[in-house]
């Protein structure tokens, strides 16, 4: 744990592959073959990240029961197998602790897999704002949302883009896109008058930011 504090990967690897190779109960070595499991994901490597989580077997903390299945499904995704994430995607809906995230992973991984329309569906569901959600799920539900919106700016649908960019709230990481895009989203309309509304809001905010 404080090597991975200190991003130590390294060395941190080095010790969970002990542990693995250990005698010792299956929740502390399926719990170490889950952090050497992320530690690969975020390196870049699904691959061996995915040969780590198949060495979980037998009792797991419940505590990291549902991000085990949640590294699994984004190392599917990672690897380009769409189909298996959303598997284990559609079984984290109501995990509580990955509201928002597996909702929005849920719908990218539908559409990677083709199935366009339910995945149109899910990042709206996964999209809807709802009251008293920490920051973090706020800005996924806003990614969520601006996937939408220029989706359907991508196929001229500029009434549902704008009520997708019009979801997004106006003090998020994703606010100035949306600004931008709602008003390109008019102006392709025709709708010039009105794309004054979120370009003026925009023009106003700093100036520094690409949008």
């Known amino acids: 744990d404080f090597e991975l504090n200190y991003r130590m990967h390294s060395r941190a690897g080095r010790a969970i592959k002990a542990v693995l190779e250990a005698d010792v ?8 073959a889950f952090r050497l499991a992320r530690i690969h994901f975020q390196k870049g490597q ?4 995915m040969q780590a989580l198949e060495r979980i077997h037998g009792e ?4 990291i029961r549902d991000e085990i299945e949640f590294l699994r499904a984004n ?5 380009g197998q769409p189909a298996e994430a959303a598997a284990v995607l559609k079984q984290l809906q109501d995990a509580k602790g990955l509201e928002g995230f597996s909702g929005y992973n849920y719908g ?20 809807e704002p709802r009251r008293d959600d920490p920051k973090e799920v706020v800005a996924i539900r806003d990614k969520a949302n601006m996937v939408l919106g220029r ?5 001229n649908d500029f009434g549902n883009a704008q009520h997708y960019f ?29 794309a004054l509304v979120p370009w003026k809001i ?8 690409s949008a």
């Open 60 to 63: 797991v903390p419940g505590e």
């Open 108 to 127: 990218i991984a539908l559409l990677q897999d083709g199935k366009t329309n339910d995945g149109l569906q899910q990042l709206a569901k996964a999209g």
């Open 25 to 32: 109960p299956d929740e502390v070595r399926n719990e170490a």
């Open 75 to 79: 190392t599917y995704l990672a690897m």
């Open 166 to 194: 019009d979801r997004v709230s106006l003090d998020g990481p994703y606010s100035n896109q949306a600004l931008l895009s709602a008003g390109w989203a008019d102006v392709q309309a025709g709708n010039f008058q009105r």
């Open 202 to 209: 925009l023009a106003a905010r700093d100036s520094t930011d």
């Open 46 to 49: 699904p691959q061996d990240a």
């Open 151 to 155: 989706l359907m700016l991508e196929s």
